[in-house]
């Protein structure tokens, strides 16, 4: 699967974005996605995931009550609405597919977008 990411940009804190991600190839119900950021000198973290049948939703505390994922199966598309965002949301964002895996670590997802630049001012 190949995965396209798009829809950041700047934003003021307490804004909101709703980046999304575009996937190719007719199984992608089949696989798990996340999203994963990483800030400039930061290492990348996890922010939240779905399954294949959008039945089971995880987040890190750091964005849970402000972030919601959701997936279109039909549109083979997965997005990410950020809500109440702060300076500390600033990252690129990745979209991460794995069709057996489901889990916070990005060792658990081998297919990645090229990534899109969240940037919230102050």
């Known amino acids: 699967v190949q995965l396209q990411a798009s829809g950041g940009g700047l934003v003021q804190t307490g804004g909101s974005l709703r980046p999304s991600c575009a996937a190719s190839?007719?199984?992608?119900?089949?696989?798990?996605m996340a999203w994963f950021r990483q800030a400039p000198g930061q290492e990348r973290d996890f922010v939240a995931a779905i399954n294949w049948s959008s039945s089971r939703t995880v987040y890190s505390d750091s964005v849970k009550g402000r972030f919601t994922i959701s997936r279109d199966n039909a549109e083979n598309t997965v997005s990410l609405q950020m809500d109440n965002l702060k300076p500390e949301d600033t990252a690129v964002y990745y979209c991460?597919?794995?069709?057996?895996?489901?889990?916070?670590?990005?060792?658990?997802?081998?297919?990645w977008g090229q990534g899109t630049l969240v940037t919230v001012s102050s």
């Open positions: 991460a597919a794995d069709w057996r895996n489901f889990g916070a670590s990005s060792r658990d997802y081998d297919y």
């Open positions: 190839g007719r199984t992608f119900i089949r696989y798990n």
